[in-house]
């Protein structure tokens, strides 16, 4: 998961940048407007910060919520044209990557549940096989 932070850190401070214009000498980039640029780039660094926390639950619905907003940037055309494809493969490649594995709070619960069940099974096995005249349901009234 720390390599999946760093590339998310490093697609924003990406974001920023194209947002931003940069200061190189070259030929115009296409780059974002700057709003758009922020707000994927505030969104990126929330999904890195909860990925960090191992929240991974709440990292894919951020992640999915950013690959909604990227989406709805470049069908809106605030995108331009040469970042669309680009832009819309990281957002996706994102949200194929995190899987939620929600946090286990305590196994004793479960095994407990296991375990009652058991003893029902055992309990009709004894008292539900026609010995008592019942169904198997506590014998009758």
């Given at each position: 998961m720390r390599s999946l932070?760093?590339?998310?850190t490093a697609c924003s401070c990406a974001l920023v940048l194209a947002g931003c214009?940069?200061?190189?000498?070259?030929?115009?980039?296409p780059k974002l407007p700057r709003a758009l640029a922020r707000q994927l780039a505030t969104q990126s660094t929330a999904?890195?910060?909860?990925?960090?926390?191992?929240?991974?639950c709440t990292a894919?619905?951020?992640a999915q919520a950013l690959q909604q907003a990227t989406i709805a940037a470049i069908?809106?055309?605030r995108v331009p044209a040469a970042l669309q494809k680009q832009l819309r493969?990281?957002?996706?490649?994102?949200?194929?990557?995190?899987?939620?594995?929600?946090?286990?709070?305590?196994?004793?619960?479960e095994s407990m549940r296991?375990?009652?069940?058991?003893?029902?099974?055992k309990h009709k096995k004894h008292h539900g096989?026609?010995?008592?005249?019942g169904d198997g349901e506590g014998g009758g009234d």
């Amino acid at each position: 998961m720390r390599s999946l932070s760093v590339w998310l850190t490093a697609c924003s401070c990406a974001l920023v940048l194209a947002g931003c214009g940069g200061q190189a000498k070259t030929a115009a980039q296409p780059k974002l407007p700057r709003a758009l640029a922020r707000q994927l780039a505030t969104q990126s660094t929330a999904v890195a910060s909860s990925l960090a926390a191992n929240q991974s639950c709440t990292a894919l619905a951020q992640a999915q919520a950013l690959q909604q907003a990227t989406i709805a940037a470049i069908n809106a055309h605030r995108v331009p044209a040469a970042l669309q494809k680009q832009l819309r493969s990281a957002a996706t490649d994102l949200v194929r990557r995190i899987r939620c594995t929600p946090p286990t709070s305590s196994p004793a619960p479960e095994s407990m549940r296991g375990s009652d069940n058991a003893k029902r099974e055992k309990h009709k096995k004894h008292h539900g096989d026609g010995k008592h005249g019942g169904d198997g349901e506590g014998g009758g009234d």
